[in-house]
């Protein structure tokens, strides 16, 4: 069976011509799947022949809601989502005055190795399908009864990683037909696979690009981030100016500042110089202490030094609030610690 998520209108309208229908059908089936109309029998322009065929050859596959936490500190909502394989994944509703936005996850588990994340701990398990990604804000926006508006895909996974059903989400969540999510609220993170940021540029979504940086040189990168023995500084930040070319966006950089290793003035000064003049912004993330290592986290005064020598710079620099601090936010850590409680 396949599900109807997967399916872009092209793909859709596709099947419906090698099935004997007309293509304007398959709009008309996305966009009741979209107003959250799963049970073919509903779909009241529908005919009862197609109906029969959809059934034998479609579902709508949701997952299932196994745990929600919500922050007593801030209202952030952890939904702790599981698939029909039984494999489990992490989506986070955070909401704003702008409205509600959510961080996704892309794969399960992730292979890239960052040391600061407990998603890579056991590897990348499998890459979601795009109705996977996708299903995860439907089945949010349906418990919450709400819309939601923003959309981070910062959660267990490199997309990148996972490019082709990513693109295709994009494409899909931001459509007419789909969940008509506007790019510019969506920001899609990435620890820098370079060949991919080039692809996605070339595909001139207005999307935010989010770089996982966390370093100002490979040296202290690779001590972080295994990627970085593949990809320098250096060949981000130019496939960074390619995508602001393209796509005349501004990049993100995300730095999480973790005690004496990365969040000294001197780093600020080379962090400052390293990105002086780009169309940029800096996102300091001061880490979450989680129990699979032993980074600990920069202090108050350490994280507002940083912020100003960087602004200094002429670069702007906000700091992450910390959200859901009391419900595992961090990514990865309770599809973790949920798995531990069961074994
Ligand atoms: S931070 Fe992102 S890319 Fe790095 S291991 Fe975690 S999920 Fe993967």
Not at 85 to 108: A, F, P, W
Not at 115 to 142: H, M, P, Y
Not at 319 to 340: F, H, K, P, V, W
């Amino acid at each position: 069976m396949n599900n109807l998520l997967d399916y872009t209108l092209e793909e859709l309208k596709v099947w419906m011509k090698e099935n004997g229908e007309s293509a304007f059908r398959g709009k008309q089936i996305l966009s009741w799947i979209y107003k959250d109309i799963n049970d073919f029998d509903n779909m009241k322009n529908i005919s009862k022949p197609l109906i029969s065929k959809l059934k034998e050859n479609f579902t709508v596959n949701m997952p299932k809601i196994i745990k929600v936490y919500k922050s007593d500190i801030d209202g952030t909502e952890k939904f702790l989502l599981g698939f029909e394989d039984g494999n489990l994944i992490e989506s986070v509703l955070m909401r704003y005055k702008h409205g509600n936005s959510i961080c996704i996850s892309t794969q399960i588990g992730c292979r890239m190795g960052c040391k600061f994340c407990a998603s890579t701990i056991d590897g990348r398990v499998r890459n979601l399908t795009t109705g996977e990604i996708l299903s995860q804000i439907l089945v949010v926006q349906n418990y919450i009864k709400e819309r939601i508006s923003n959309i981070v895909l910062m959660g267990s996974g490199e997309p990148l990683d996972n490019y082709d059903n990513v693109v295709k989400f994009l494409e899909v969540v931001s459509a007419e037909y789909g969940l008509n999510v506007g790019q510019r609220h969506i920001t899609l993170s990435t620890c820098g696979i370079v060949p991919k940021i080039y692809e996605l540029a070339d595909k001139e979504f207005s999307i935010t690009l989010a770089i996982s940086l966390h370093a100002f040189s490979d040296e202290k990168r690779k001590e972080i981030m295994p990627i970085a023995n593949k990809h320098t500084i250096y060949e981000i930040l130019e496939a960074c100016r390619y995508y602001i070319n393209k796509t005349n966006r501004r990049i993100t950089f995300e730095y999480a500042l973790v005690k004496e290793i990365n969040d000294s003035k001197e780093d600020a000064k080379a962090l400052g110089k390293l990105l002086r003049g780009m169309l940029c912004h800096v996102n300091l993330i001061p880490v979450n202490e989680i129990k699979e290592n032993t980074y600990k986290r920069s202090s108050k005064k350490a994280i507002d030094d940083f912020s100003e020598i960087l602004t200094s710079f002429g670069i702007e620099v906000t700091t992450r609030r910390e959200m859901g601090s009391d419900i595992n936010a961090a990514c990865g850590q309770l599809r973790r610690s949920y798995i531990e409680t069961q074994e």
